[in-house]
């Protein structure tokens, strides 16, 4: 069996005072996948990266990476991973063909194979245009692009992705998107993505562990994790000369009657989802009852936080743009 990419028993940091910023963490992220870690910022993610990645010590707990102890052998789990941090620092006056190559010489790559891997990185993350200018003329997402392409100059076997796409622009959000995906698709690196974003696990991630507090508060697949929260909620409005009452008495034959999300209006959390809806529109219309609007909305993994948590995500109402 491949020995899991990620995994964490009990990881704990713990700073001075008795603050603990990661809190008793296991984890367990398979070879081959997109794992997701979602949290509001100061909820333990980059403090639990960082200890992945070797740059912070564990105050206890054990955490392995690619087949390696993280405390007991760090040389090797840093030969096979990637990482690129949020706060990166890159040389503005270096062009980025120039650190590229400079990257593959501290990996040990012979001159050849740093000219080459430097080119089709840059090919890959799509910098050839710019690859002779200096990094302080590029924008704000050919930066994190760049940093991409150094965390691969080594091919590594499991990649860190600390918030990559916070601050980008839609355009620039979409283009790092697809690049994730293909070297998960074509090349089979394992991503690890910690993001604030939930469109963002949502639409990478085959797997999302959500963090709050320093403790894992949810762990399992976006669908999964949704369907744990219930059934989509169909909310109907009332059109003129009907009420809310007859929209709840008819929507009560399909499922639990609730609340709706707008004003003059009744909803129904709806077992059969979109498959459902037409059946309950047909009643309504069989009933004689007028509605001006009708919205069913799935669960999503802010109602999975919230349901947590007691609150909504940071994030939530920031949406990057769709791939």
Known sequence: MTAPAVETHDLVREYKGGVRA????????GSGGIFGFLG?????????????????RP???????????????PDAVRRRIGVALQDAAIDPYMTGRELLRLQGVLHGLPRAECRARADDLLDRVGLEDAADRRVGTYSGGMRRRLDLALSLVHEPVVLFLDEP?????PTSRVALWEEVRRLNREHGTTIFLTTQYLEEADQLAD?????????????????ALRAGIGDPLLTVTAAEGSSPDDIARV???????????????????LPGGSAAMADAVRALDEEGVQFQAIDLAEPTLDDVFLACTGRHLEGAGEAPAPA
């Open 22 to 29: 990661v809190d008793g963490v296991t984890l367990t992220v």
């Open 59 to 73: 105050t206890a707990g054990t955490a392995r990476v690619a087949g390696h102890d993280v405390q007991e052998n």
């Open 165 to 169: 796409t916070t601050g980008l622009d």
């Open 40 to 56: 509001p910022n100061g909820a333990g993610k980059s403090t639990t990266v960082r200890m992945l990645t070797t740059l912070l």
């Open 207 to 223: 797997r999302v562990a959500i963090i709050d507090g320093g403790r894992i508060v949810a762990d399992g697949s976006p669908a």
């Open 251 to 269: 929507l009560g034959r399909f499922g639990q009657v609730v609340a709706g999300s707008a004003p003059a209006s009744a909803g129904v959390r």
